[in-house]
Every structure is written in structure tokens, then in C-alpha cells.
């Protein structure tokens, strides 16, 4: 058994642990505040244009595939996959981060059984330093985005996608990053950006009877709205992955300190323990020595 030095040493060790992880928790939480607010306000834009693109996808569908105005509705066969995922910069989060690295794993490994070429663009310190270490080339590596998105930072990152879509040097985009659901939970999210779908709705009733029309006079228009499009969707994409990490971390700082205060109960008991046979074994020696006298 431990010496009492010892275990005194770890309660000490286990206190200040715990002292530190319930700070982290209280300042993820006021950071989750404001990075949930900002996702919510987000979100419902985003849903907006996403509603907007699925009417005129509608549309282009009775037009013509072919038109060369609509080349961001056409599908290709793919050869080529771009990948844009997004982790944290910081670790201390529980299974945030895996999980997306697990998620592009997969679709990788996916991708080689049917022959596609991957490339990877990585935002986040730690997916970065994963595939690095794994040997894994990465096409284009962003840090310090995730912990503090930038709206032009976002169009930076999706604009040099799409342009390489234009260029024919990828033939789809996706992009990969856990999301936040509520406090307590995360879900991934895998939003296939390129080419758009052709339908995100399950029949035309869904779709609002609007004077919606599409004209060759409207290419300028199209143009703006795709690219408001673009980079709206990885800029929510940032933002929603900022606000699932403070919950990840929130969750997995409150889990560390109610193991902290686990073990602290438990070093006492110990403790209290080694204590009591310490105090036992020294009374016996005292009556054996008294003992021996007579």
C-alpha cells in the first residue's frame, strides 16, 4: 500500500486537477452562450438560401441540365472528391474531434474502393496534425479559423474550392465537421456543396408557389446568389463547429471533475485507511514493547 506522503501528494495533485477543469468548464460555458446565439441567428439564414436554391433547383430541372448557366447543378462522374473538414484547434473535448476524423476516414476509405481521387482541406490544428502524422497528404491546411471564424477567412477556404470545380480540377465538394445539436450534444454533418443538389426537397409541394422565373437576363443574379451561397454555408459551417466544441468541452470538463472528485473520495478512504493501520501497527509495537519490560 501507498505511503501516507504519497497519497496526501495525490489528493493535493487530484484537487488542483479538478480546481482546473471546473474553471474550463465555467469558461466554456459563457463562451457556448455566445457562440450558440450566433449559430441560431446563422442557422436561420442559411435555411433561408438553402430554400431558395431548392426552388431554383426545381426550375432548372425543367429547363435544361445542360445549360451551361446552371454548371454548378450539373452532375459528373466523380474522379476527383474535395474534402473540406473542420476540427477544433484545441484539444480537451472529448470525442469531438475523432469523430469527424473517423467520419473522413471512412469516406476515404470509401472513395478508394470505387476508384476516386481524394484531396483533403483541413481547418483545425488538430485534424491537421492527425493526418500529418498518419503520412496522409493534405491539399490546403487552415489553423486558427475554427477557434475564430472569419466570414472572409470562410470565403477564402470555399472560393478556392469552387474555383477548382469551375477549373474542372475537382468534381465535387463536401464538406464534413460536427455540428452543435443542443448542450449536451453534437451531431456530424457531411453537406455535399458541389454540384447542388438537384432537389433537396421530396416533392414540389414543399416548394412555396412563388413567380419565381429564370432568365438569361438573370446570370448576374444567379452568380451573386451562388456565391452567397458558398460561402454562407462554410461560414455556418465554422461557426456551428465553434459552438459544438464549447459544448464537447463543457461536457468533457464536467465529466473530469466529477471524476476528480471521485478519486478524491476515494485517496481519502485510502488514506483514512493506511492512516488507521499506521496508528494500529505503532499501538502494538508500544504493548510489545511494554510487554518485553516485564
Do not use: W
Not at 142 to 164: F, G
Not at 253 to 279: C, F, G, H, P, T
Request: hydrophobic share 40%.
Amino acid at each position: 500500500m501507498a505511503s501516507l506522503k504519497e497519497i496526501k501528494r495525490k489528493i493535493k495533485s487530484v484537487n488542483n486537477t479538478q480546481k482546473t477543469t471546473k474553471a474550463m468548464k465555467l469558461v466554456s460555458s459563457a463562451k457556448l452562450k455566445r457562440a450558440e446565439e450566433v449559430a441560431k441567428r446563422s442557422k436561420f439564414y442559411a435555411q433561408k438560401i438553402d430554400e431558395v436554391l431548392a426552388e431554383i433547383s426545381l426550375n432548372i430541372s425543367k429547363i435544361s441540365k445542360d445549360d451551361k448557366r446552371f454548371i454548378f447543378f450539373q452532375e459528373r462522374a466523380v474522379k476527383r472528391l474535395d474534402i473540406i473538414f473542420i476540427t477544433a484547434d484545441k484539444g480537451l473535448c472529448g470525442g469531438f474531434n475523432s469523430r469527424t476524423i473517423k467520419s473522413v476516414n471512412e469516406l476515404m476509405k470509401e472513395c478508394r474502393t470505387k476508384g476516386i481521387e481524394v484531396r483533403l482541406r483541413a481547418v483545425g490544428k488538430t485534424g491537421i496534425e492527425f493526418f500529418r502524422f498518419q503520412g496522409i497528404e493534405l491539399l490546403k491546411t487552415y489553423e486558427h479559423l475554427s477557434s475564430n471564424p472569419s466570414y472572409e477567412r470562410a470565403c477564402e477556404v470555399i472560393n478556392e474550392a469552387v474555383n477548382d470545380f469551375l477549373n474542372k480540377e475537382t468534381d465535387q465538394v463536401i464538406i464534413i465537421h460536427n455540428g452543435y445539436k443542443n448542450m449536451i450534444a453534437q451531431e456530424l454533418k457531411e453537406l455535399h456543396l458541389l454540384p447542388v443538389e438537384p432537389l433537396k426537397v421530396q416533392d414540389e409541394s414543399q416548394i412555396s408557389n412563388s413567380t419565381l422565373e429564370l432568365e438569361p437576363e438573370g446570370d448576374e443574379l444567379m452568380q451573386e446568389l451562388m456565391k452567397t451561397y458558398f460561402e454562407y454555408n462554410m461560414y455556418f459551417a465554422l461557426i456551428d463547429s465553434l459552438a459544438a466544441e464549447h459544448s464537447a468541452r463543457m461536457q468533457a470538463m464536467d465529466n473530469a471533475s466529477k471524476n476528480a472528485k471521485e478519486m478524491v473520495k476515494n485517496l481519502n478512504l485510502a488514506y483514512n485507511k493506511a492512516r488507521q493501520e499506521s496508528i494500529t501497527t505503532e499501538l502494538i509495537e508500544i504493548i510489545s514493547g511494554v510487554e518485553s519490560m516485564k
